[in-house]
T-cell receptor, first 115, second 117 residues
Framework: AQKITQTQPGMFVQEKEAVTLDCTYD???????LFWYKQPSSGEMIFLIY??????QNATEGRYSLNFQKARKSANLVISASQLGDSAMYFC????????????FGGGTRVLVKP | SAVISQKPSRDICQRGTSLTIQCQVD?????MFWYRQQPGQSLTLIAT?????????ESGFVIDKFPISRPNLTFSTLTVSNMSPEDSSIYLC??????????????FGQGTRLTVV
């Protein structure tokens, strides 16, 4: 079974609008961390935001916020006020200490911001 | 935070040859990881590089094909051996700063874009 599922292979969003990228995960551990990374065409992996399984509040980092619904095992990324530079691949990832703290990545969502 | 320098940034290699990728971190880190990203795909963990002992490989990856060294807490190498066109991918080094607690961001090198012809 997939540990991390991103159901949207690609999305278009109008500049200045908000976009939500879906991520669901599968774990039986109580302690885990969820991450979102951005990968532009240059290939580098840029950390965006983190949510811990015990965090009661949704994480926010500037224009990025994470809609964490623990019971549904979802951790959707919301990008507000999209900019042309937001066009990239976005990966959701999970870390489980019980699995050696390695990151497991979802399949990614390609976002294209239209002017 | 940790800054990771990875080289080479790209290479074109002949099939049957080997390429060694270097990963240098600007601070001591507990854990280092090597990932492969095939064209249009997500990142797949190859192995965890352990300082002072053999790397821990994920299912589907073997030491003979991807030997890894980690001589100290700031440096690791990944060798892609006896390459074939199927090895054409981006290879990424990753590290966790300090004790690499669960909520610690994983930092990545800029990746090595490998093309095997």
């Amino acid at each position: 079974a997939q540990k991390i599922t991103q159901t949207q292979p690609g999305m278009f969003v109008q500049e200045k609008e908000a976009v939500t990228l879906d991520c669901t995960y599968d774990t039986s551990d109580q302690s885990y961390g969820l991450f979102w990374y951005k990968q532009p065409s240059s290939g580098e992996m840029i950390f965006l935001i983190y949510q811990g399984s015990y965090d009661e509040q949704n994480a926010t980092e500037g224009r990025y916020s994470l809609n964490f619904q623990k019971a549904r095992k979802s951790a959707n990324l919301v990008i507000s006020a999209s900019q042309l530079g937001d066009s990239a691949m976005y990966f959701c990832a999970m870390r489980e200490p019980a699995a050696g703290n390695k990151l497991t990545f979802g399949g990614g969502t390609r976002v294209l911001v239209k002017p | 935070s940790a800054v990771i320098s990875q080289k080479p940034s790209r290479d074109i290699c002949q099939r049957g040859t080997s390429l060694t990728i270097q990963c240098q971190v600007d601070s001591q880190v507990t854990m280092m990881f090597w990932y492969r990203q095939q064209p249009g795909q997500s990142l797949t963990l190859i192995a965890t590089a352990n300082q002072g002992s053999e790397a821990t490989y994920e299912s589907g990856f073997v030491i003979d094909k991807f030997p890894i060294s980690r001589p100290n807490l700031t440096f690791s190498t990944l060798t892609v051996s006896n390459m074939s066109p199927e090895d054409s991918s981006i290879y990424l080094c990753s590290a966790g700063a300090g004790a690499f607690l669960m909520n610690t961001e994983a930092f990545f090198g800029q990746g090595t874009r490998l093309t095997v012809v």
